[in-house]
């Protein structure tokens, strides 16, 4: 089975960093990958998909990019509404079947 | 409204069955993969199964193989989740989603808590 590995696993950041958070299959999945954002006590929410696509509705300070086995999500400048946890997420991969990475806790400094 | 809507968690004994419903409002249900996935407390997102438009392609996590069967109703536009067997390790909110054409889960229900307790 493909595995999913994030890293880190928290970061806290200043209000305007950048912020990068990395998310690396253990086979290539092409561009099949998705990120979400999760705030404390909701549900999650879809930002990207198809590794750089963003979502309708989300704000342009998120992007992604990568390819294969490495993949990054990108906040260009960090809010105190993106604390969260962010998650990838690979699909449309044989064997069939949905994989989330292990989440990536990002905190306001 | 476009919403998902689940039901049916609860409190169940080890051993013990539940079954989970998901109510599909707002859009062509049919022409849509739909997944749960369960989140237990703290932890990360896990994928527990999906299964396609016509309900005869279905996928599970091995974790829950052959305790779990995910099915469909297009014509009341619900998605199930039926879970026998149940485990202590299956204490989780249960999320049902939308999975979009184009990738990724889209839309989320706000999820029912399941608790395997004796």
């Known amino acids: 089975d493909i595995q999913m590995t994030q890293s880190p696993s928290s970061l806290s950041a200043s209000v305007g960093d950048r912020v990068t958070i990395t998310c690396r299959a253990s086979?290539?999945?092409?561009?099949?990958l998705a990120w979400y954002q999760q705030k404390p006590g909701k549900v999650p929410k879809l930002l990207i998909y198809?590794?750089?696509t963003l979502q309708s509705g989300v704000p342009s300070r998120f992007s992604g990019s990568g390819s294969e086995t490495d993949f990054t999500l990108t906040i260009s400048s960090l809010q105190p509404e993106d604390v969260a946890t962010y998650y990838c997420q690979k699909y449309n991969t044989a064997p069939p079947g949905i994989t989330f990475g292990p989440g990536t806790k990002v905190d306001i400094k | 409204e476009v919403q998902l809507v689940e039901s049916g968690g609860g409190v169940v004994q080890p051993w013990g069955s539940l079954r989970l419903s998901c109510a599909a409002s707002?859009?062509?249900?049919?022409?849509?993969?739909m997944t749960w996935v369960r989140q237990a407390p703290g932890k990360g997102l896990v994928w527990v199964a999906n299964i396609n438009q016509d309900g005869l392609v279905k996928n599970y996590v091995a974790a829950v193989e052959h305790r779990f069967s995910i099915f469909r109703d297009n014509t009341k536009n619900l998605v199930y989740l039926q879970m026998d067997h149940l485990r202590a390790e299956d204490t989780a909110i249960y999320y049902c989603?939308?999975?979009?054409?184009?990738?990724?889960?889209?839309?989320w229900g706000r999820g029912t808590a399941v608790t395997v307790s004796s």
């Open positions: 198809a590794a750089s």
């Open positions: 989603a939308r999975q979009a054409d184009l990738g990724g889960l889209d839309l």
């Open positions: 086979q290539g999945i092409s561009n099949y």
């Open positions: 707002g859009f062509p249900f049919d022409n849509y993969w």
